[in-house]
């Protein structure tokens, strides 16, 4: 019980304590708003318009995230509906660390291949693409230079330059007639994937393995923006939101764990809010807790394990199954703490400590998920009184126990009842994919 006691003071979180969150979290907007360098990034993303829905054809995309890329074709069928077909290819550790371009290219000039449609000589290029999900300054909508590496990433040689003009010289090197029209980051194309199904879409946001939000600004609040107003007023902003309070360390509810976690991890004093929120970590939390119980002989009989031992050995999926595990003796978790985890013996209490960690770190995970959430949909108060759709993709909303609810609940407290009514939160599948290509027809049509 001491152990527990400890655990929910440091990971319970009051309202009060996560109002004070969302209201330094709309500074922080205000300020990324005002300049460029500021902690929240609110990178232009140079798309200006809305999908309608009515749009028809086939489009491509190249999907690149943190452990997988894919390729894809997409038909949208001009009533809000879409179909695709796509291939994927893991990461291998030398595309991560060396050649990640020339693997990209290889990827796009396999899947035409197989599926005959590599253009000849005759043909034009095939437009697509490019879901990038890693901080890039745009330049254009087919253009921007990367920003850094995140999520395990680390090429040498990229940062700095235009992700766009490596890829398309890779491609040159395969005589690949692909030219890539659009670069997208993925929680712009999670947000233009929704808006094509249901034009009031006005947030796209990615919990997943990292996490990060889009949504529509009036270009009249944007003070940094010094190209020439769009027509239609406002402009898709990539908020860059996983950096929050990482200069400072000061708002975010951090625990010794979590400070652990960040001081060993790739990118210390960076990507703070993620590192609290997303799949990649959750399983590192859990796992700096487990070592600090048995360090002070509360859990496992201060046993532990050279794979509990390990660095990022927990993955986040054992404590999405652990939190919901109801059987009589916890057999789940068992399961984890003896065979994956090899540490024998573990007593029912022990499971039971391992329950209360899966479901602290994923509840804190959801509640802090809410604040930028209220606080950016808060920031177009004005869209609020009539229906707003929030595109969420990611595999802690799609598949985190309860972590939908526990989101939708927190926002509510925070957000007046009459205007929440309006809000509506829909899983955007596969807007990374999806939403490229869609990003291409929009580019397309821009240049006609």
Known sequence: ?????????????????????????????????????????????????RPLGSEVGSYFAIDLGGTNLRVLKVTLDGRGGVTSEHQKFALTEEAKNR????????????????????????????PMGLTFSYPVQQTSINSGTLVQWTKGLNVPGCVGRDVVRLLQDALLRLGLRVKIVALVNDTVGTLLSAAYNDPAAQMGIIFGTGTNAAYYENVANLAKWKGPNPSSGEMVLNMEWGAFDS????????????????????????????????????????????????DQRL???????????????????????????????????????????????????????????????GERAARLSAVGVVATLTKRADLLNKPVTVGIDGSMYEHYPYFHDILVETA?????????????????????????????????????
């Open 99 to 126: 050649t990640l371009f020339d693997f990209v290219a290889q990827c796009v000039d396999t899947f035409l291949d197989e599926r005959n449609l590599r253009p000849s000589g005759q043909q034009p290029p095939i």
């Open 299 to 361: 859990l496992l009989d201060g046993r532990s394990s050279e794979i509990l031992n390990a660095m990022w050995s927990v993955d986040t999926a054992y404590l999405s199954s652990g939190a919901v595990d109801t059987s009589p003796d916890l057999s789940e978790i068992q399961q984890v703490i003896e065979k994956t985890l090899n540490i024998s013996n573990s007593t029912f209490v022990d499971r039971q400590i391992f329950k209360v960690i899966a479901i602290l770190v």
């Open 247 to 294: 200069d400072d360390f000061a708002f975010l509810p951090f625990t010794p764990h979590d400070i652990k976690l960040d001081r060993k991890s790739i990118n210390p004093r960076k990507q703070a809010y993620e590192k609290m929120i997303s799949g990649m970590y959750l399983g590192e939390i859990a796992r700096n807790i487990a070592l600090w119980l048995a």
């Open 1 to 49: 019980q001491a152990a527990i006691d400890v655990l929910a003071s440091q990971f319970l979180l009051t309202d009060e304590r996560l109002g004070a969150i969302i209201k330094e979290f709309r500074r922080r907007m205000e300020e990324g708003l005002a300049a460029d360098g500021k902690v929240l990034k609110m990178i232009p993303s140079y798309v200006t318009r």
């Open 412 to 448: 509510s407290h925070f957000i007046p009842q009459e205007q929440f009514k309006n809000i509506k939160f829909t899983l955007a599948k596969d807007g990374s994919g999806v939403g490229a290509a869609i990003t291409a027809m929009l580019a397309a049509t821009y240049d006609s």
